[in-house]
């Protein structure tokens, strides 16, 4: 067919319609945006299914942690830190939501911890601790009536829970202060025995009394019921310690024995059940 406007010198293209520049641009972003939407809904639904699908998992007990084991202690641990206690604190979190850090964190904060790792292996926790060895711990009650239990580690002081005080108790020489005092001031009264009972050089001063020191080594334990001298509970600790190496009955009887200390006498107690 003859395109007789062409032939005829009719210029076509001047009456043919095109799309402005604008328009074209327009529709060029338009396309561009749904891309970017359909893109960005397709990621929106990837993480709702991730989400949904972790949430799923950590509802089924199938995936919870069923036991945790703790190594490096040789099996001796205070009660705070024991197996069943450590299981309390991860009762019903699931392996896919337990981060071991957090649990690491708060053994780290405890304070007979010197060193923890704790490593998750499937269904269990694998729990590695070093611990302190307090050097004396003791008890009181404050002014406020509250009783509190504390731990001498690395030379001072720390506040410890009164299971672990029992605990230790059977193994490291305890003080009871026998009544109610500020805790600083008690705590004071602490890290004197303890200097007495751990040092070679005795500080000056007195005990106010009503003052108890449990010796477990030794199977002894030492009342102080009136003021008393610093000099002369080393006096009395060095003949406990003395009797102790000898082949004698004496002060290290593994039955216990219960003292009375005065300034001027040690005396054993008659008839007493107490420790």
């Known amino acids: 067919m003859i395109d007789y406007t062409y032939t005829a010198g009719f210029d076509y293209d001047t009456v043919r319609s095109f799309p402005s520049n604008e328009a074209v641009r327009e529709r060029k972003a338009s396309r561009s945006f749904s891309m970017v939407q359909k893109m960005t809904m397709a990621l929106l639904i990837f993480v709702a299914s991730c989400a949904l699908l972790l949430l799923t998992l950590q509802s089924i007990p199938f995936f919870d942690i069923q036991s945790v084991d703790i190594n490096g202690t040789a099996g001796a641990v205070p009660p705070s830190l024991s197996v069943p206690s450590l299981q309390d604190k991860v009762s019903g979190a699931s ?42 711990i003791m008890e009181g009650t404050g002014t406020d009536g509250q009783t509190y239990q504390a731990a001498r580690i690395e030379g001072r002081f720390i506040e410890i829970s009164g299971e672990d005080y029992i605990y230790l108790s059977q193994m490291i020489p305890s003080v009871s202060i026998e009544k109610k005092m500020g805790i600083e001031l008690a705590l004071g009264e602490g890290e004197q025995i303890a200097e007495v009972y751990l040092g070679s050089q005795v500080p000056s001063g007195n005990l106010d009394g009503n003052i108890s020191l449990h010796i477990p080594q030794y199977h002894v334990s030492i009342d102080v019921r009136e003021e008393t001298s610093l000099n002369r509970l080393h006096t009395a600790l060095q003949l406990i310690r003395l009797d102790s190496e000898s082949d004698g009955f004496g002060y290290a009887s593994p ?21």
């Open 255 to 275: 039955r216990g024995i219960w003292y009375d200390l005065s300034q001027q006498s040690l005396v054993e107690k008659q008839n007493t059940n107490r420790r």
């Open 95 to 136: 392996i896919f939501s337990f981060a071991p850090e957090h649990l690491n964190a708060k053994l780290m904060a405890h304070p007979l911890v010197r060193l923890s790792e704790v490593e998750r292996k499937q269904h269990a926790l694998s729990v590695s601790l070093s611990l302190h060895t307090p050097d004396m």
